[in-house]
């Protein structure tokens, strides 16, 4: 134990934390000012909570946290935000869409299970694989027959026309049968009359003269007299009839029609049939082949579905977790408890990542940052009681007492550079010394034990 001369003597705060955003962006608010108090945010503990994917509760569908509860849990420690409505946006639509992935697979993943193992796995009969092993031997089947059948008809080469048969039978066949009698009688009485009337004109002759030379009217002499002779007649009829008559009538009738048509095409694009139906088949096993293998990379999944599913859906709750915390980044709040000493950025001013926007400093607990000159030994952990009279106020000496927390010493004069942690409450939770304050070192002694 021993006394220190004091060389320099002043207070510094144990935490100091300049706030900074972690990514850039535009202040939309600040709620702290210059000598605010400010409560430290437990932000290990959130991202805690964050990170186990907590539901609603009764509903496992729905996460937690979308960017209204965030605000809720944040709202006592939050010093500044960014402007953030993007992040907001895609935070909750995040969310919405686990919820409908939940409803459309996760939610009944064991039902779901059950069909892809019967549908897919190979020890199942009728499963994919096998109906694509049995559909790639029925392709080489069918390509091996049409391949025999080409070369025993000598149907291997270009075929240049198509020959179309067309044959049709028609048959008809019908029955009719008409009978039918019909039966007239009657009574016809005619009368009439006829009148005849002749005229009796005898031949004539005579000499026609040539015309006139000056025109006129022809003379024509007659060498006799023309007599006619006219006939009167009256004569009268009458006729009476009767009459019956009866019809029977009866028809059959057969048919038949036969045709045979035959067309022949004739086109400029040749064909080989041959070749077309094994180029189809090698087509049709690449097209199976590829089938087959991804049907085999699929079904590696088979054995582990469940945990394949889990898997799934916590990729997709990382993917929220993330949306979560870059939206945290936006909000800006203290990890320590503390003092606003500092305020650089107002509302409306650009920020970068990285950039300081407040400055908390917590006085509960300081650092004496000491220079003293002491003829012993100075460890890490020893005490150190320093007496003053705060302010130079009169009344009773101001006493705090510390632990060494860093020294570094030099041989030559005896001087320490000494770092001592001390608590700075009193017994009303007020700071003993307020930060910054120098000692008076004529008037303050140290004691080392």
Request: glycine share 8%; with cysteine; net charge negative.
């Amino acid at each position: 134990m021993g006394s220190a001369k004091v060389a320099s003597l002043n207070v510094r705060p144990l935490q100091v934390s300049h706030l900074c955003f972690e990514t850039d962006g535009i202040l939309g608010q600040s709620t702290a000012q210059l000598g605010a108090t400010v409560t430290a945010f437990d932000f290990a503990g959130f991202y805690a909570v964050l990170g186990s994917m907590p539901t609603a509760a009764g509903d496992p569908s729905r996460l937690l946290y979308d960017f209204l509860q965030i605000q809720s849990v944040v709202g006592p420690s939050t010093l500044a935000s960014l402007r953030a409505e993007p992040r907001k946006a895609a935070l909750d639509k995040a969310i919405s869409a686990r919820q409908n992935a939940y409803f459309a697979k996760y939610g009944n993943a064991p039902a779901i299970i059950s069909l892809m193992n019967d549908f897919y796995s190979p020890a199942v009969i009728d499963s994919k694989p096998n109906r694509l092993a049995i559909l790639s031997a029925l392709a080489d089947d069918q390509a091996n027959e049409l391949k025999a059948a080409y070369t025993s008809d000598n149907r291997t080469g270009v075929v240049k026309t198509t020959n179309s048969a067309l044959q049709s039978t028609t048959e008809t066949a019908g029955y009719t049968s008409e009978t039918g009698s019909s039966t007239q009688s009657g009574s016809i009485t005619e009368y009439g009359q006829s009148n005849d009337e002749s005229i009796g004109i005898p031949d004539v002759s005579g000499t026609i003269n040539p015309p006139p030379a000056g025109g006129g009217t022809i003379p024509w002499s007659v060498n006799e007299a023309v007599n006619v002779d006219l006939d009167y007649g009256t004569s009268k009829e009458t006729s009476t009839s009767n009459g019956s008559s009866t019809s029977n009538d009866r028809s059959t009738s057969y048919g038949s029609a036969q045709e045979l048509q035959t067309i022949v095409n004739t086109d400029y694009g040749y064909r080989i049939p041959y070749l077309e139906s094994q180029a189809q088949n090698q087509r049709a096993q690449i097209s199976l082949i590829d089938q087959q293998f991804a049907q085999f990379m699929y079904g590696q999944n088979l054995p582990n579905l469940a945990t394949v599913f889990q898997n799934e859906l916590t990729s997709i709750d990382a993917d929220v977790y993330r949306l979560q915390i870059a939206y945290l980044n936006t909000i800006l709040m203290s990890p320590i408890a503390g003092t606003v000493t500092g305020l650089y950025k107002n509302p409306g001013d650009p920020v970068r990542a990285g950039e300081p926007v407040f400055r908390v400093e917590n006085s509960s607990v300081i650092l004496l940052m000491a220079k003293l000159i002491y003829p012993g030994r100075i460890s890490i952990g020893s005490s150190v009681t320093v007496e003053t009279p705060l302010f130079e106020q009169p009344g009773p000496l101001t006493s705090i007492t510390g632990d060494v927390v860093a020294v570094r010493g030099e041989r030559e004069d005896n001087q320490w550079e000494v770092i001592v942690s001390c608590d700075n409450l009193d017994a009303s939770a007020n700071p003993i010394f307020p930060l910054g304050y120098h000692f008076d070192y004529d008037d303050t002694t140290v004691t080392i034990t």
